[in-house]
């Protein structure tokens, strides 16, 4: 074989290209410190941040916004979280969906698209994700970030050897930075603490009276297509299920365990009373089995290896060749939803929400995300 015989050109150019690729590939990297724009529909009472809530927020990474529509008639308060794990994308796209059409009638809704802002900055390490995923609109397509499940480490290092949460309850280092796992929070703790005791400041100032977390997991994890809710929410989500069930959606009820400590569902409701409750949908493209992670395995949750899963009995849910796309698993979160606001009027007339213009989750499936979307600016 000819040894190629280098010359101070070619070392010189070498040095050159792989330092424009430090610098494209950095500039890409810092990108992601940009929030994709929300448009918010007209019906929007304000806007606030956290860190009105709890001051030592203010100017942090871990600073997020609060999109909240009061109704003219008086009610009850509902918090709804998207983007506590930045790389569930259906949690924070159902966020951004309910700011850009909602108009409240009754009672107030505080929605968090980004709850973990930190974690939208960077992605989880070793995995090959895309950055960004893209939802085609009739005007073009809008893109949002895929984040990580963990706060981002220049924000919040290092991670200690052992995390011991604020109730006390033992965790592998890394979950420090897991903000579904740093509920009641601490004032005076790490930064995804801090983010965690505004929630809980949110929840306490404005008397909330539900509050619901919106997440995703793999197809392989058990708890899937559910409703977790804390023992407060028992009746709550009993009556929900049963509405899904006759509008044709299969969901089924987890109850919070009471000795697995700092989740959404059981902090919230054990220190505030208020009724917590968490929605599970499957993403193909966080789960081990997938094949090569792309923008289409987010937004169309087609893969072959999960349907292949499937034929195997692998999976707890029902996973065919059409995969599982981000619309229907939307559309899953907001039929949750309204069932979940359906069963409260029920149960407490006083406190009945009622939300006007939330897209229908049959159309959200059979029309797709992109016809409820606001067009990219
Ligand atoms: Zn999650």
Known sequence: MKRIKGTPLSAALVLFLTGLLCVLSGKSFLSMHRPEPIFPSSHLSQVKRLSDY????????????????????????LLVLGGT?????????????????????????????RA???????????????QRF?????????????GSRLTNPVDQWPD??????PPGQKLSGMEARN???????????????????????????????IAIDLHESAPEYPVINAIVFHENSAELAALAVLDLQMEGFEIRLEASPSNL?????????????????????PNASHGRLKGRPSSSLIVDGRDKFYARAARFGWLFV?????????????????????????????????????????PPPAEVQKKGLGAFLHPPD
Not at 160 to 165: E, L, T
């Open 85 to 113: 794990h930045p790389n569930e994308p259906a949690g924070m796209v159902t966020a951004v969906l309910l700011i850009e059409t909602l108009r409240a009638r009754r009672g107030s809704i505080f929605i968090i698209p």
């Open 261 to 281: 400590r700092g989740l959404s569902h059981r902090e919230w409701g054990d220190n505030t009373g208020i009724k917590a409750l968490l929605l599970e949908t």
């Open 134 to 146: 893209s939802i085609p609109t009739p005007s073009g397509s809008r893109l949002f970030r895929l």
């Open 54 to 77: 709890f001051a030592e927020l203010k100017n942090s990474p871990g600073d997020t916004e609060i999109y909240i529509f009061r109704g003219e008639e008086k009610g009850g308060n």
């Open 318 to 358: 029902p996973y065919g060749e059409e995969g599982i796309p981000l619309s229907q698993r939307v559309a899953r979160h907001l039929a949750a939803l309204g069932a979940l606001l359906g069963s409260l009027a029920e149960l407490e007339p006083d406190k009945t929400i009622e939300l006007e213009r939330m």
């Open 179 to 209: 903000l579904n796992r740093c509920y009641p929070g601490r004032a005076h703790g790490n930064l995804t603490e801090k983010i965690a005791f505004g929630i809980m400041e949110l929840i306490r100032k404005e008397r909330l009276d």
């Open 160 to 165: 200690p050897a052992i995390y011991i949460n």
């Open 116 to 130: 973990n802002a930190s974690g939208f900055t960077h992605s989880d390490p070793q995995e090959g994700n895309p």
